[in-house]
């Protein structure tokens, strides 16, 4: 069973009278354990397809499994629900609580953990993550004082906490230098080899894709290229 199947999904917009068609028809899979990277120019749709995946938006039409169960007509407290349990979002820009120390910033989704831990186990959770990510030494220290990439550390232990499904980062290295984006594409792969998690980055870096197993082209609204998972191309009629 793929992990994420999408069929026909369009996301078209309303501005005033005109209705502007962003993606046009997308169908996709994405085997369980897969690392994939989204590329293609700015504007292509990259983003709004991510926030459908990561079920932030719905699509105007089309359908969208994850994890076998229909979450393409889900109301917005169901999609909370979903993304609480089952993705780990990275963002460029880290978006991280600014008053809120490295280690709560890494608890806040346990809100949405199932089955919930004790505050005990959450927190446990969260200091091995931080070691994890070689935040040991900093999980009291506020996103300010922290440099990009270790924000960027954070944002990836945070989006662990619940044991997504899926990790969905867009375009995770964009605010980052080529170093340390180096190091966070690693701990991707790391935890993508070592863990089987799934992990989806959006990127219109070719060095960036180059670290993923597989590119899904998108342009234009549309998947010019590699929209289905290895081994599941429909069978032509
Ligand atoms: P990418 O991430 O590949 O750069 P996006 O998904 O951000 O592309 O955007 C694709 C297109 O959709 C762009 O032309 C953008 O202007 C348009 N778009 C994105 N969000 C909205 C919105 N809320 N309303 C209208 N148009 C939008
Ligand atoms: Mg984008």
Redesign the pocket.
């Known amino acids: 069973m793929q992990l994420i199947t999408v069929e026909d999904v369009w996301?078209i917009?309303?501005?005033g009278e005109q209705e502007?068609p962003?993606?046009k028809g997308v169908s996709l899979t994405v085997a369980q354990g897969e690392l994939a990277a989204l590329i293609?120019?700015?504007?292509?749709?990259?983003?709004?397809?991510?926030?459908i995946l990561g079920c932030l938006d719905r699509p105007s039409r089309g359908k969208y499994w994850l994890d076998g169960e229909d979450v393409s007509e889900l109301t917005p407290e169901g999609r909370a629900t979903v993304r609480g349990r089952k993705i780990g979002f990275v963002f460029q820009s880290f978006n991280l609580l600014s008053r809120t120390s490295a280690l709560d910033n890494v608890m806040m989704p346990l809100t949405y953990a199932y089955p919930r831990p004790t505050e005990r186990e959450g927190r446990d959770r969260a200091v091995a993550l931080l070691e994890r990510v070689g935040l040991a030494e900093r999980m009291h220290h506020y996103p300010s004082q922290l440099s990009g990439g270790q924000q960027q550390r954070v944002a990836v232990a945070r989006s662990l906490i619940n044991n997504p499904s899926v990790l969905l980062a867009?375009?995770p290295t964009g605010n980052l230098d080529s170093k340390t984006s180096r190091e966070i594409l690693e701990m991707f792969q790391k935890l993508n080899e070592e863990e089987g998690l799934t992990v989806l980055i959006?990127t219109?870096d070719q060095n960036v894709a180059a670290t993923a197993k597989r590119s899904i082209k998108?342009m234009d609204?549309l998947i010019v290229s590699g929209a289905f998972a290895p081994g599941t191309e429909p069978v032509p009629a």
């Open positions: 996301k917009y309303r501005l502007v962003v993606l293609g120019p700015s504007g292509g749709g990259k983003s709004t397809l991510m926030n867009d375009e959006v219109h998108v609204g």
